[in-house]
């Protein structure tokens, strides 16, 4: 079957996508990078893609690109998840010298279409709900040593009393819920074979 390759240069805001048309010109688009528009980017490449098969290459770029990715899995296109080196060296070798979101979206086109493909494999349910508890776990730890920040300030300065409890009370409220989540989490670990 032919295949329709596309480009994703995926920043934390927006998603710069290349195709080509009919024609073979590259074409550019800009979506945002939220969920409600990853639809909006799916529905556009199957429109512009027709029966072809939508191949697509983007870079991978840590929490950004992951829901983009999952979006694109879900409906069944090919997604491969390039290495920033692997993809900068091919930049290279093209003599591609600036770096713009415009020029990378067509660059990492050129790679869908040249290089060796290689299927991105989505990670599995509990492997997303470790890594959603881990990040929930990363911002209730950096809340906790704030607060201790603000209990040493308010100890060196007069603090009233019930500032401090309350500081206290929240400290020991973070650190219950830290415990239950880390529970949570090796109770999935342990479930994963």
């Given amino acids: 079957m032919e295949r329709f390759s596309v480009g ?20 550019r688009q800009t979506f945002e990078n939220q969920t409600a528009a990853h639809a909006g980017l799916v529905r556009h490449l199957k429109k512009r893609a027709g029966r072809k098969r939508v191949r697509v290459v983007l870079e991978s770029t840590g929490v950004y690109g992951l829901d983009l990715a999952l979006a694109l899995d879900r409906v069944e296109f090919e997604v491969m998840v390039a290495n920033p080196r692997a993809s900068a060296n091919f ?33 599995s349910r509990v492997k997303l709900q470790v890594r959603g508890i881990s990040r929930r776990v990363h911002a209730l730890m950096t809340t906790i040593r704030d607060e201790k920040n603000r209990m040493h300030a308010a100890n060196q300065i007069d603090g009233t009393t019930i500032v401090k409890h309350s500081i206290r009370d929240t400290i020991k409220q973070l650190e219950t819920q830290v415990r239950k989540l880390r529970a949570a989490a090796l109770e999935l670990i342990q479930s994963e074979p």
């Fill in 8 to 27: 994703i240069d995926v920043s934390a805001k927006t998603l710069d996508v290349a195709y080509r048309d009919v024609k073979g010109r590259i074409e």
């Fill in 91 to 123: 930049a290279k070798a093209t003599m591609q010298r600036s770096k713009t979101d415009r020029l990378d979206c067509a660059m990492l086109l050129e790679f869908a279409e040249k290089m060796t493909f290689r299927q991105w494999q989505a990670p």
